[in-house]
T-cell receptor
Framework: EADIYQTPRYLVIGTGKKITLECSQT?????MYWYQQDPGMELHLIHYSYGVNSTEKGDLSSESTVSRIRTEHFPLTLESARPSHTSQYLC?????????????FGEGSWLTVV | KNQVEQSPQSLIILEGKNCTLQ??????????LRWYKQDTGRGPVSLTIMTFSENTKSNGRYTATLDADTKQSSLHITASQLSDSASYIC?????????????FGRGTQLTVWP
């Protein structure tokens, strides 16, 4: 069982609101990722971090921002939500010391912007 | 263009039957290939990971095969159970970075009927 947690699991917010999706892992992993996934579609990388104070944009352009102040915490923020942001957001982590190179995913955060 | 294609898109089988899911990729250079199971509304869970030198790997009733020459992989599920109903995602990693960039397939939606 992976020790990576996302909150909230489900959220409905109005257009223009600011929202932060939380992601925490207790495995001491240095690498963390945020993916966006629409129903029936593949995962798209939107942000990643290889350690504290390290953040990079992923392949899919996103209006969200991330921060990595602590190893275990990788929150994603939308300053002004729009209906186009409606999607599932998945957080993941892994460790360079994991010989199996396993990537652990959180349960996901379903965001609906109305 | 690096891509991961999965087939079939969806599959319905009866409980107790076997099935095989396919994954073709064009990712190069190749590092490893993973199969994930994603239950509806949940995050993906790792089933297997195979490197270039591995031809087959099993995890309980799940057996994955890899042909790195033809760039094809399959996931065979034996004696299916109702709990196998999920999306099965093929993920291929290249060697472009410390971890390797990940390329996701769109998944095969498997439904097991009683």
């Amino acid at each position: 069982e992976a020790d990576i947690y996302q909150t909230p699991r489900y959220l409905v917010i109005g257009t223009g609101k600011k929202i932060t999706l939380e992601c925490s892992q207790t495995m001491g992993h240095d690498k963390m990722y945020w993916y966006q996934q629409d129903p029936g579609m593949e995962l798209h990388l939107i942000h990643y971090s290889y350690g504290v104070n390290s953040t990079e944009k992923g392949d899919l352009s996103s209006e969200s921002t991330v921060s990595r102040i602590r190893t275990e915490h990788f929150p994603l923020t939308l300053e002004s939500a729009r209906p186009s942001h409606t999607s599932q957001y998945l957080c993941a982590s892994t460790s360079k010391f994991d010989s199996g190179n396993t990537i652990y995913f959180g349960e996901g955060s379903w965001l609906t912007v109305v | 263009k690096n891509q991961v294609e999965q087939s079939p898109q969806s599959l319905i089988i009866l409980e107790g039957k076997n099935c095989t899911l396919q994954c073709n990729y064009t990712v190069s250079p190749f590092s490893n290939l993973r199969w994930y199971k994603q239950d509806t509304g949940r995050g993906p869970v790792s089933l297997t990971i195979m490197t270039f030198s591995e031809n087959t790997k099993s995890n309980g009733r799940y057996t994955a095969t890899l042909d790195a020459d033809t760039k094809q992989s399959s996931l065979h599920i034996t004696a299916s159970q109702l709990s196998d109903s999920a999306s099965y995602i093929c993920v291929v990693s290249d060697r472009g970075s410390t971890l390797g960039r990940l390329y996701f397939g769109r998944g095969t939606q498997l439904t097991v009927w009683p």
